[in-house]
């Protein structure tokens, strides 16, 4: 069984650390999918895509930011969605090596989507399919059931300190 | 001024997320020097400089793990020269919009280099170029320089549970 791993907390990191595995599997050869849940907008790594052979990233959201106390009927279809193209994924002969599901736990967190599925997704994880699931708020039924758990603890933030989002930075 | 930021801690994904942001920067077309401390093995993000344009990683280590409680003179000699290499790229005309020095933080704490030579950089910080510096075991006085800290914490690591480090997830 691949290793599923969580990046959870309010630091910066979680989608970057994500990405920077996927970076690594690609220079072996292996192939990645990155399913991203609540996103619909244009970012650095979208753009790279073209570059890299076996990598494969797709969004499931709307251009604009999710309102995440209430979400709205679309932004819940579209979550689900992402859920269920992951699902389907790992069933397929052909799976990636490695499977990221970018801001999953927000989407859970927010109610948008069931943990029973989430967790089903990690109790039937294929031989040689490792999962990352990013994002804060991961619950706790899922970091018992994951291999790997990081904390990306806010220790000092910048905008914060009322510096502007910037670019590759951020987003 | 370009922003610094910190990845310490001892859980998972401070390299990561460094390459994740790497990765972020030349989607948008800017540059990125990656310059590893301690590091002179051949890693999944290595094998990936031909597709990626505008990135540059230049390792300064030997193939084998450096004994951090006694390192030896050659060692030294090279973390030295990383850090030497990292102060000429930033006044060069010709500035990566990003600079990421890999264990920095390692090499710091185990006495390799000097505490006030990194703090330095981090005071000349040109303006365009953004620097990153990963590794467990951050001094409190570069932290408190930095823009942003993320502590990784380690909630859970697969390798405490007896499961191998596999390439990709770990290197």
């Given at each position: 069984m691949?290793?599923?791993?969580?990046?959870?907390?309010k630091g910066k990191g979680k989608t970057s650390a994500a990405f920077g595995m996927a970076v690594r599997f690609l220079g072996y050869g292996k192939s990645v999918v990155i399913v991203q849940f609540l996103k619909g907008r244009k970012t650095g790594e979208l753009l790279l895509k073209k570059n890299l052979p076996g990598f494969e990233i797709v969004q499931f959201g709307s251009e604009?930011?999710?309102d995440l106390k209430n979400p709205s009927k679309e932004d819940i279809e579209q979550a689900k969605e992402a859920?269920?193209?992951?699902?389907?994924l790992l069933?397929?002969?052909?799976r990636p090596d490695l499977l990221?599901?970018?801001e999953v736990n927000v989407a859970l967190s927010a109610g948008m989507i069931e943990e029973?599925?989430?967790l089903e997704l990690l109790n039937k994880l294929p031989d040689k399919t490792n999962l990352v699931l990013t994002?804060?708020?991961?619950?706790?039924?899922?970091?018992e059931k994951a291999d790997l758990v990081t904390e990306m603890r806010d220790v000092k933030h910048p905008f914060k300190k009322g510096k502007k989002a910037e670019k590759?930075?951020?987003?």
């Amino acid at each position: 069984m691949g290793i599923a791993c969580v990046f959870t907390g309010k630091g910066k990191g979680k989608t970057s650390a994500a990405f920077g595995m996927a970076v690594r599997f690609l220079g072996y050869g292996k192939s990645v999918v990155i399913v991203q849940f609540l996103k619909g907008r244009k970012t650095g790594e979208l753009l790279l895509k073209k570059n890299l052979p076996g990598f494969e990233i797709v969004q499931f959201g709307s251009e604009d930011f999710v309102d995440l106390k209430n979400p709205s009927k679309e932004d819940i279809e579209q979550a689900k969605e992402a859920l269920f193209y992951a699902k389907r994924l790992l069933t397929r002969s052909y799976r990636p090596d490695l499977l990221i599901l970018d801001e999953v736990n927000v989407a859970l967190s927010a109610g948008m989507i069931e943990e029973r599925e989430v967790l089903e997704l990690l109790n039937k994880l294929p031989d040689k399919t490792n999962l990352v699931l990013t994002g804060r708020g991961a619950t706790k039924k899922l970091m018992e059931k994951a291999d790997l758990v990081t904390e990306m603890r806010d220790v000092k933030h910048p905008f914060k300190k009322g510096k502007k989002a910037e670019k590759g930075l951020e987003y």
